[in-house]
């Protein structure tokens, strides 16, 4: 039997395009969920990798607002801080999430959450240099899937392919 093999180049994501920023924040969200499973590494001894998950969770959340910001007609600055990609989403995107969060989660709030992990993706990969002693990763997990909901309804209701599941 003989066998070939075929070199092809398989298109990227589009440039400031709010459903390829989904997809993407869709992959770092579900490794955050992934990284956030206890996992069995030994007899008796259980792993979950808390900063990593967190770290995720908090890129996605980043990407899902950018996406957000962009559908709602204007363009996604390059920062990390989500506090300030916030203040740019419109308010109706911002209040579902909030509506989603506040049912699930009641302390911290949603605004304080909000201002604490701002920049929590940063911090996170610098854990070292940063207090971050209190981390708890339920409330992040909450918010970044408030935002992956709100996201992909949002990219279902704007997308020009009709039929389109984000």
Not at 14 to 26: A, E, M, N, V
Not at 151 to 160: F, I, V
């Amino acid at each position: 039997m003989k066998t070939a093999s075929f070199t092809f180049k398989v298109g990227g994501s589009t440039p400031k395009d709010p459903l390829s920023i989904y997809h993407l924040g869709q992959g770092f969200f579900l490794a955050g969920k992934r990284c956030l499973l206890e996992i069995a590494v030994g007899p008796g001894a259980m792993q979950c990798l808390v900063s990593p998950g967190v770290a995720n969770l908090c890129f996605a959340i980043e990407l899902f607002m950018k996406s957000l910001i962009i559908l709602g007609g204007q363009d996604s600055p390059r920062t990390h801080k989500l506090a300030d990609l916030g203040n740019l989403l419109d308010r109706s995107d911002l209040e579902a999430v909030k509506a989603y969060y506040d049912v699930r989660v009641q302390d911290p709030s949603f605004d304080n959450l909000l201002i604490e992990v701002s920049e929590f993706f940063v911090k996170l990969r610098y854990e070292y240099e940063f207090d971050l002693f209190s981390l708890n990763d339920h409330p992040v997990s909450v918010l970044a899937e408030g935002f992956y909901l709100s996201c992909a309804d949002r990219n279902k209701r704007t997308s020009p392919v009709p039929g389109l599941r984000p």
